[in-house]
């Protein structure tokens, strides 16, 4: 494996140089930004290059924030923090004990503390005392078990489909076929409306934060009696017939606590297309999406998916470079395919077991499409 160290080095010098050889020692390697060569590329650039290539992402808490650069208005280690977060990466956290933060520090650190899904948390005081802890976590990701637990439900959830709504968002009324990803947490009290407006004023920010929407793309918020809606409009393409990969529609958080995640799926002159190939992506990328909102509380989650189909979407390849001659057309104007939400799934499935939980959803959905049989 490639673990990368993340942290700001003062403060946190003997245990950033006591990892490297812990790591090599245990067979795997060791990345830090100490041991990058010299590069046209710059140093913040080369951090997340080397980190996104890295299979763990290892974070050491001590006392000092680092160097804020002015393009993100974060130290490095926070960057890091966030592109781990939304690429699903293992994260092993350590906080350092009996030591001053400083109040940027002690924010981040807060923000770390939060975030439950998929990420182990540990403290330590003394050099050994951090190398021992993460030698047994090396170890327990070496068996490479499963994040992912699932239980079957006795009661069917009670999940917002919106996928039949008109007016719920103008491509959907555009013959512009859409996904639509939902995550219920289970036993949640939900959110009371002081909550949801707070989670209302910090919805477009932790949308940004996640860098899967550019920040000169104008978002518009909305709010009902239920929920919080942010909407994303759609990119332009080239001409009316290029090929046009799935993009994020609309995020819409219910008082429920369900978060629902609407994007199109790719399109062509031909029609929208409902990839085999693709669509485990574009959910995985969705699931992970999600997680990085920083929303969803620990316990278990229930996933689901659908898609609102009509008569120019077919089960098919395709190809971002170039626009189809042909295509299986489905005789009905109008069909819906959902999954069955018939068990829950421990958080996990919202960062590192994501790709795992995509798979089922995306076959089931296929399945269901008439052009598939």
């Not at 001053?100 to 923000?111: G, K, N, V, Y």
């Not at 996640?210 to 994303?232: I, Q």
């Not at 699931?287 to 120019?312: D, E, H, M, R, T």
């Not at 829950?344 to 994501?354: C, D, E, I, Q, R």
């Amino acid at each position: 494996m490639k673990i990368f160290i993340s942290s700001a080095r003062r403060g946190l010098e003997e245990e950033r140089d006591s990892l490297k050889g812990l790591i090599s020692a245990l067979g795997h390697t060791p990345v830090r930004f100490e041991d990058f060569s010299a590069q046209t590329t710059p140093s913040r650039e080369a951090c997340l290059e080397a980190l996104a290539s890295a299979d763990v992402c290892l974070f050491l808490l001590g006392p000092k924030y680092g160097h804020v650069f002015p393009e993100t208005g974060q130290s490095a280690t926070h960057d890091e923090w966030v592109a781990a977060q939304v690429a699903g990466m293992n994260r092993l956290v350590y906080r350092k004990l009996e030591v001053e933060f400083e109040p940027a520090q002690l924010e981040f650190t807060r923000i770390v503390q939060a975030y439950a899904t998929g990420v182990f948390r540990d403290s330590f005081t003394t050099t050994s005392e951090l190398q021992t802890k993460v030698v047994q976590k090396i170890k327990e990701l070496e068996v490479g078990t499963s994040p992912l637990a699932f239980t079957k439900l006795t009661v069917p959830p009670d999940i917002s489909w919106t996928l039949e709504t008109k007016g719920i968002n103008p491509l959907a009324d555009n013959n512009v076929t859409l996904l639509e990803l939902h995550v219920l947490p289970l036993g949640f009290a939900g959110h009371s409306d002081r909550e949801l407006e707070q989670f209302g004023a910090s919805l477009v920010d932790r949308i940004r934060t996640t860098g899967l929407v550019k920040g000169d793309v104008a978002l518009s918020l909305s709010r009902s009696r239920d929920h919080v809606a942010v909407g994303v409009p759609s990119g332009r393409p080239r001409s009316w017939d290029a090929p046009q990969p799935g993009e994020l529609a609309e995020v819409r958080l219910y008082k429920t606590g369900q978060i629902s995640a609407r994007a199109t799926l790719p399109r062509d002159g031909l029609g929208s297309i409902l990839d085999p190939e693709v669509l485990p992506h574009q959910i995985t990328g969705l699931l992970k999406f999600i997680g990085a909102l920083n929303i969803v509380q620990p316990g278990q989650i229930v996933v689901a998916a659908g898609v609102s189909c009509n008569s120019q979407t077919s089960v098919d390849r395709f190809n971002p470079h170039q626009s189809r001659r042909s295509a299986q057309m489905s005789h009905l104007s109008n069909l819906t395919l959902r999954t069955e939400a018939d068990e829950s799934v421990t958080l996990a499935a919202l960062g590192t077991g994501a790709k795992e939980v995509a798979g089922p959803l995306s076959r089931a959905l296929v399945r269901q499409h008439p052009s598939a049989r």
